[in-house]
């Protein structure tokens, strides 16, 4: 006796018209209802928002480990691309004083900024103010060295 084998379908979730169906209902939904002109955020990674915004707070990790100045750095700027406004981040996180010599903390910033690219402002959450970031060319204003500031860090051309 043979069975008859039902061919299975190539997804679990319909033929592709139905899945472009309910996609094109959803952006439309979005586009004419309540959640037009903003992003929202999927449950995964609103939960890593809010650890974040938690380890700020606490100045640890959940496993109650402290966190670093490069982890600071870090999680801010992780918080900033995920469109979490910079006041929102001001109002958990705790600004650290600087215990480093001015000498040191502007190569050191130099050195970081160059590997991790992190916006200026991240920078004001570990107490580097201004002055540093502009002497160590983050900010407009170019190094006093013979360097020239490349257009891409937002410095301006010399002729």
């Known amino acids: ?26 952006l439309f939904n979005d586009v004419l209802g309540d959640r037009a002109g903003r992003t929202r955020l999927d449950g995964r990674t609103e939960k890593r928002r809010k650890r974040l915004l938690e380890e700020l707070e606490a100045g640890a990790t959940k496993t109650k480990r402290e966190l670093k100045p490069l982890d600071v750095l870090q999680r801010v700027q992780e918080l900033l691309d995920l469109d979490e406004p910079l006041a929102s981040i001001k109002k958990v996180a705790k600004v650290r004083k600087l215990p480093a010599s001015a000498d040191m903390l502007v190569d050191a910033v130099g050195r970081l900024h160059k590997a991790y690219a992190f916006r200026p402002e991240v ?23 013979d360097e020239k500031p490349s257009p891409a860090r937002g410095g301006r051309r010399q002729a």
């Not at 006796?1 to 959803?26: L, V």
């Open 1 to 26: 006796m043979a069975r008859s084998r039902r061919e299975k379908p190539p997804n679990r979730r319909g033929s592709i018209e139905a899945i472009e169906k309910r996609r094109a209902g959803r």
């Open 123 to 145: 920078y004001r959450f570990v107490g580097i103010g201004d002055d540093v970031l502009a002497e160590a060319g983050v900010t407009g204003r170019a190094r006093d060295r």
